[in-house]
């Protein structure tokens, strides 16, 4: 079936057979692979995608239902100059980064945060990752990286 | 510290950028035109006599464009190491759920799926063993009956391994000094307990792939996401039957975490998928999805371990006797060595003057064990540190005073005979963990909560060490290659593995250390057979270590050839020539690193410089237990602060502390990320994680039933590090990898125990263990009290009882 939606900013038409989740729409047909599949039932959060703005696991989301929706994944987070984003800076400064195959789902399960709670506390920031699986940091430094946004965002840091 | 340019200061990961990009393609990221799609058969009970297997219905089923068995290898198939036990593809029977059978390639997934359906197999099922004191009775069923005879290779140059494999042993590890019964005898103070561990699963986020090529010249190209590419290789030259020049294995530029896990059954998959690529002349790409990861790939092994460890009366350690099992599974896979890392460390860091140690790798139709960060130390440790933890008490003494009092120190004689010389900072570590935690005011007060509290705190402590790289395993060395590359950059070849802990970093700030050039001018590659040098595999935490010192001797190789090259343009000695950065002067006249390069260039001058570098040779005597396993270790203590809800039996960890003693801090936020990352391995592996086996089965094999610590799971960690430099060390670096998760899971143990009153011998503490003191599936169970009636029940599920 033919698929319309707006995938990172851009009007996106693909044809694809009805029955496949969304993770695979991005993956196999639009050969966006920085979306990662960990589980396929939802538990790890290494597909997250916004879908309209909320972060979503796209293994659970059947592909048809993105028709006229936007669909946001981590090739369309980028800062002004087309590289890293001050979150993803950020991300890469405070360790954040390991092996790197959650870090996409990191990335915009945060983002997701901060468009809703531009000064989030420390147990929201928590919150808002506890969906997401991380087998190599401790998530430590994730949740030091999005601190580290945040006090940026509000002037309280420059970078560095 | 501050004599250093660029180590021990901030830096960036050199290969962060593309990853939080999203652009970093995995080996499951990967496609090629004309690529067919592979599956594996698996079998369906655990322990069979394969009666009937034809693949040629399959080859009937539109789409699919070859079946293979382990007839289309040479001898089956056959492969493994230290025990030559396994399989490609199983030949003549099963020995766990899961066991790979035969593969099919095909235009799409569906076709192949459908191609394994066709598949005419019969099985006859074996009478099946599922915990290891079951599976040495001698009316056990025998899992390699063809082993009885004694088969392995020999590691190394050590006498490593005659592997006994008497019945289902398959293989028996000893520490000996002195005589621990007679000294256990006399000793005032005695604690005889058993502990276990459960099966650990490594949970690395990307699952296991394998993309295979076949080339022109009738060999094959396999990319992957190994820990160990040249091991790959050697495995396809064996089964394949190939020169090794027609076998290629390139490392995937980017793998989604290993710890330890990348190994045996990735080698499987490269195996099955190079033998489809060369059947249909086609690129052939096998990935496995999370639940056939989690049921066909091998496990942190579980243990049962008995401790007796005596002192006198005012403290003072004496002798232990420690016996341990631990469940190999179907093959043996790293347990023999992995047994032998447990038999080293199963002491804990003390002295003592007379001990015996005892460590049996036993075959079950669980799964199979292999390698896992820690690799058998977590497995004592977590039994050793509670032990001890016992033991102070006993004594009347605070647990942290207790091992202050009895751990090594420099200049201290271990139990089986090394003398340590340099770099021992056990002590420092204790001494500090217990200043950061506040350790003294905080045992004191939850010592006073009231009895009736149902929210009560506790706080624990747990020390190690771990031994550093492969130890008297085998010959231990690498070698590195830096060149000059496009952009007038220099490529830093290793044959080692960087699937996320860091070590493309740690060798980029080594090389710039010892040259004086900028971090920039270094760039990391992939390993690949064709192009690195066979660096030995990417465990034990040895890439610091190894890769380091092999950095280091050619970057100063590499300055060396960059100021002969400056002397010639500034017309010269080159003893004259004074580096600044990039910068070259002499006489007044300087010359900038892009002129001298494009200068080398122009005349063919090299600017590539390798170097070797191999670890101190030592020796171990497997046959007497004694001898010199490893030639330095790292050391380190935790502290974990927990709240326990003893109407759920939840248990909250507060706040856990760290200081590891690593010889010299490379690379700060990544050394710290190891530590953190492990903490959270060694908490799922106390609090949360257990392979469920029953009667064999895996039956948690995703991560809505098989639970990893989230976010919302971790405490606040506080990281320090001791530096202690290792003389041999790369600026006096040992490792910091493996070892991190080490104590966590005691350290938790004991903080229970200092909240309830109850020990939870066995991990992990899930809510039953800690409310109840026993497993709700198996109630006959009892774990109180100092016995374990039946602990085997803990290692293989309810199983066969």
Known sequence: MRIQFTLNGRPTTVDAPADIPLLHLLRDYLELTGTKCGCEIGECGACSVLLDGEVVNSCLVPAPQVEGRDVVTIEGIRGPDGGPSDLQEAFIEAGAVQCGFCTPGMILAATALLAKHPQPSRPQIIEALSGNLCRCTGYQQIVDAIELTVRRRAGKEVQA | MSTFKVLGKPARRVDAVEKVLGTARYTVDLKMPGMLVAKILRSPVPHAEIVKLDVTPALKVPGVAAAITSEDYVDHSNWGFPVKDDYMLAYQRVRYVGDPIAAVAAETEEAAEAGLKAIVLELKELPAVFDTQAALRPDAPLLHPE?????????????????????NLSDHLIVRQGDPLAALAGCDVVIDERYSVSHQEHAYLETEAALAVPTPDGGVTVYIGDQSPFITQGNLVTTLGLPAEKVRVVQTRYIGG????????????????????????????????????????????????????????????????????????????????????????????????????DVYGVYTNNGYSGAFRGFGNPEVTAGSEQAIDELAEKCGMDPLEFRLKNCIKLGDTLPYGQKLEESVGLEACLRR?????????????????????????????????????????????????????????????????????????????????????????????????????????????????????????????????????????????????????????????????????????????????????????????????????????????????????????????????????????????????????????????????????????????????????????????????????????????????????????????????????????????????????????????????GVCERARCDVGGAADT
């Open chain 2, 258 to 357: 290993a710890f330890g896990g990348k190994s045996d059954m990735i080698y499987e998959c490269a195996g099955q998928a190079a033998k489809l690529a060369l059947v249909t002349g086609r690129p052939v790409k096998l990935t496995t999805s999370r639940e056939e990861s989690m049921i066909a790939s091998y496990k942190r092994d579980a243990m049962v371990s008995h401790f007796r460890i005596g002192a006198d009366r005012d403290g003072t350690i004496r002798a232990c006797k420690v016996e341990a099992w631990a469940d190999s599974g179907a093959y043996a896979s790293m347990t023999p060595f992995t047994s032998w890392r447990a038999a080293i460390h199963a002491m804990g860091p003390y002295r003592y003057n007379a001990c015996a140690v």
């Open chain 2, 433 to 785: 963990v217990r200043e950061l935690s506040d350790w003294d005011r905080k045992r004191a007060e939850y010592a006073r909560q009231p009895a009736g509290r149902e929210r009560r705190r506790g706080i624990g402590v747990a020390c190690f060490f771990h031994g550093c790289s492969l130890g008297a395993e085998g010959v231990d060395d690498a070698t590195h290659i830096i060149r000059l590359g496009p952009a007038n950059r220099f490529q830093i070849i290793s044959g080692l593995t960087d699937y996320g802990q860091g070590s493309r970093t740690v060798f980029a700030l080594i090389a710039a250390e010892a040259s004086g050039l900028p971090l920039e001018r270094f760039e990391w590659s992939a390993g690949d057979t064709d192009v690195s040098k066979d660096c030995g595999p990417t465990v034990a935490s040895r890439s610091t270590l190894l890769g380091g010192n092999a950095t280091r001797l050619a970057a100063e190789r590499l300055r060396q050839q960059i100021v002969n090259a400056a002397a010639l343009l500034l017309r010269c000695d080159a003893g004259a020539v004074q580096q600044d950065g990039e910068t070259f002067s002499a006489g007044g006249r300087s010359v900038a690193l892009d002129e001298i390069i494009n200068f080398a260039r122009e005349m063919n001058v090299p600017l590539s410089a390798s170097a070797r570098w191999q670890m101190p040779k030592i020796h171990w005597s497997f046959t007497e237990g004694r001898g010199v396993p490893y030639v330095a270790y790292h050391f380190g203590a935790q502290v974990a602060e927990v709240e326990v809800d003893t109407r759920t039996g939840k248990t909250r960890v507060l706040h856990i502390w760290a200081v590891h003693d690593i010889g010299r801090v490379v690379f700060p936020e990544g050394a710290k990320g190891q530590v953190i990352g492990g903490i959270a391995q060694g908490l799922g592996y106390g609090l949360l994680e257990r392979v469920e086996f029953q009667n064999g089965y895996n039956t948690n094999p995703n991560f809505d039933t098989y639970l990893i610590p989230t976010a919302a799971d971790m405490p606040a960690v506080t990281v320090e590090f001791v530096e202690n430099p290792l003389s041999f060390g790369p600026y006096g670096a040992k490792n910091v990898a493996e070892p991190s998760l080490v104590p966590t899971a005691p350290a938790i143990a004991n903080a229970i125990y200092h909240a309830t009153g109850r020990r939870v011998r066995h991990m992990p503490a899930n809510l039953e263990r800690v409310l109840l003191g026993r497993d709700l599936v198996d109630s006959v169970v009892t774990y109180q009290d």
């Open chain 2, 147 to 167: 082993l009885s005879q004694a088969e392995s290779e020999p590691a190394g140059d050590s006498e490593f391994i005659e592997v006994k494999a008497k019945g």
